[in-house]
């Protein structure tokens, strides 16, 4: 138990659907993020928030859209994605961000198929 | 060149054996080094920080070099356990920017 708790474990969805990955950290973190692991890739980053703040927009398509309503929980809402959005979304948490010897802490992740 | 680059694996070993996985950084400025593990369909865990004058924890050692910019990960006596993804991560733009991963490289671990 890392203390950053994800749901859902699993999610199948059709291009039409709207959903929404939840993540809530019990760690008293100031710095959030989203995660996508696709297969024999890198883990990419998607969003950063410090103190509820987005501080980093990699480029990704307007399909996703991220929510940090306070410190503890961060959301990823999903509309009318792509089968090759079809991945592991892991939400992570550290202390802050920027700092040198910053570890992250990953929830289990959401194993996202999109049909 | 990407910045974290990583031996392509996998790498089958046998049990009790020693294993070696090197890491390369492009950006000379980094400031902090890690490796994670990643269990199959699981979330990455990180392993251990990778200090200046080396570092080991039980079976594993950590290194870094600066100066040649690789950090490398050595696990003695192979268990099956062990068999997992291992990551190298480096806070390559240090600053107001996250950590950046490598690929990974998967350890294989045979009886």
């Known amino acids: 138990e890392t203390g950053v708790t994800q749901t859902p474990r699993h999610l199948v969805m059709g291009m039409t659907n709207k959903k929404s990955l939840k993540c809530e950290q019990h760690l008293g973190h100031n710095a959030m993020y989203w995660y996508k692991q696709s297969a024999k890739k890198p883990l990419e980053l998607m969003f950063v928030?410090?103190?509820?703040?987005?501080?980093e927009n990699n480029s990704v398509p307007s399909r996703f859209s991220p929510e940090c309503p306070n410190s503890s929980h961060l959301f990823l809402h999903l509309h009318t994605l792509q089968p090759e959005d079809s991945a592991l979304y892991l939400c992570?948490?550290?202390?802050?961000?920027?700092?040198?010897?910053?570890?992250?802490?990953f929830g289990s992740g959401t194993q996202l198929s999109v049909l | 060149r990407k910045e974290v680059e990583q031996d392509p694996g996998p790498f089958n070993v046998p049990e009790g054996a020693t294993v070696a996985f090197n890491c390369t950084y492009s950006n000379s400025a980094s400031q902090s080094f890690f490796w994670y593990r990643q269990d199959c369909r699981k979330e990455p865990k990180l392993l251990m920080s990778v200090y200046s004058s080396g570092n080991e924890d039980g079976r594993f050692t950590a290194q870094l070099n600066r100066a040649s910019q690789y950090i490398s990960l050595l696990i003695r006596d192979s268990k099956l356990s062990d068999s997992a993804t291992y990551l190298c991560v480096v806070n390559s733009r240090p600053g107001n920017t996250p950590l950046v991963f490598g690929k990974g490289t998967r350890l294989s671990v045979i009886a």
């Open positions: 928030y410090s103190l509820e703040e987005r501080v």
């Open positions: 992570a948490s550290s202390q802050d961000l920027g700092v040198v010897s910053e570890k992250l802490f």
